[in-house]
T-cell receptor, first 114, second 112 residues
């Protein structure tokens, strides 16, 4: 069955520290991969996406993610976290077939210490 | 440009009452449409998705149903709400393979 796993429910980092949010997927073939961010009570905003090519992708707000096929992972990173990054982060995968199915992980809530 | 509208923003409904949440997309044609539910600590659960008018795929058996009466309209319904239907409901659309999804602002449903 297709699935997306975000093993960390909560992560707390100090402002200015580096960040890595983990995402692993289980899919029949390499899917399209996404990271979204959600502020409280709001919809989701796309941070970045991987379709093909360079396995290190750059996104908005200084985020990047690396696709590792051997580990079925797509971890999100940021070298220096700002207080405004506190939010919930979701990893998502979309099938490459015509089903157009799009599934999300359970999310990681990021808290930033001043 | 494309926009997605989802309403209402908040809703409080008694147990056993019906439900109708509406989502419409503007500025595009033949979008793929999605309904998700977000419950505390459970991430976004895919409920339904649609690749065309009248075509609905259901992901989980539940007390809800979806319909797509028009190309850019997606409706989430229930005949009788349960307490467990409470949550944050998000509508989304995407255009074809390999594209990102765009989300509405969500509906906070509280069943009392």
């Amino acid at each position: 069955a297709q699935s997306v796993t975000q093993p960390d429910i909560h992560i707390t980092v100090s402002e200015g520290a580096s960040l890595e949010l983990r995402c692993n997927y289980s899919y029949g073939a390499t899917p399209y991969l996404f990271w979204y961010v959600q502020s409280p009570g709001q919809g989701l905003q796309l941070l970045l996406k991987y379709f093909s090519g360079d396995t290190l992708v750059q996104g908005i707000k200084g985020f990047e993610a690396e696709f590792k096929r051997s580990q079925s992972s797509f971890n999100l990173r940021k070298p220096s976290v700002h207080w405004s990054d506190a939010a919930e982060y979701f990893c998502a995968v979309a099938s490459r077939d015509s089903s157009y199915k799009l599934i999300f992980g359970s999310g990681t809530r990021l808290l930033v210490r001043p | 440009s494309q926009t997605i509208h989802q309403w209402p923003a908040t809703l409080v409904q008694p147990v056993g009452s019906p439900l109708s949440l509406e989502c419409t997309v503007e500025g595009t044609s033949n979008p793929n449409l999605y309904w998700y539910r977000q419950a505390a600590g459970r991430g976004l659960q895919l409920l339904f998705y649609s690749v065309g008018i009248g075509q609905i795929s259901s992901e989980v058996p539940q007390n809800l149903s979806a319909s797509r009466p028009q190309d850019r309209q997606f409706i989430l319904s229930s005949k009788k709400l349960l307490l467990s239907d409470s949550g944050f409901y998000l509508c989304a659309w995407k255009q074809g393979l390999g594209t990102e999804a765009f989300f509405g602002q969500g509906t906070r449903l509280t069943v009392v």
